[in-house]
């Protein structure tokens, strides 16, 4: 059975910082990019960030680059979201994911899109106070 178990959410003040986890179960890591997406009350899920296992390469939406950084623990079948410089726009409902990918990198938001995803797992809530 395929299962992603995300943790890791909370409440963080502006400036402050959160790490998601995402435990995947159920499939090897090695053909596929794990990664978050979020959804704000009243807005579309958007890609967050991903990381293709295989080779590292990661993929970064704009907002978020520089500030939050994906890593994998292949061991652990982990992935990981450590989120610095929170923002209170960053308050959203967190989303791991997977997309089977053959080992290639996932380098734009039309490949990591919430439409296009093999895999869900449960959200977390992220809430940062100004």
């Known amino acids: 059975e395929v299962q992603l178990q995300a943790s890791g959410g909370g409440l963080a003040q502006a400036g402050g910082s959160l790490r998601l986890s995402c435990e995947v179960s159920g499939f090897a890591l090695d053909y596929y990019a794990v990664g978050w997406f979020r959804q704000a009350p009243g807005k579309e899920r958007e890609g967050v960030s991903c990381?293709?296992?295989?080779?590292?390469?990661?993929y970064y939406t704009d907002s978020v680059k520089g500030r939050f950084t994906i890593s994998s623990d292949n061991a652990k079948n982990t992935v990981y979201l450590q989120m610095n410089s929170l923002k209170p726009e960053d308050t959203a409902v967190y989303y791991c994911?997977?997309?089977?990918?053959?080992?290639?990198?996932?380098?734009?938001?039309?490949?990591?899109?919430?439409?296009?995803?093999?895999?869900w797992g449960k959200g977390t809530q992220v809430t940062v106070s100004s």
């Open positions: 990381i293709s296992v295989s080779d590292g390469s990661t």
């Open positions: 994911a997977s997309l089977f990918t053959r080992g290639h990198a996932v380098t734009d938001s039309r490949t990591w899109s919430p439409y296009g995803m093999d895999y």
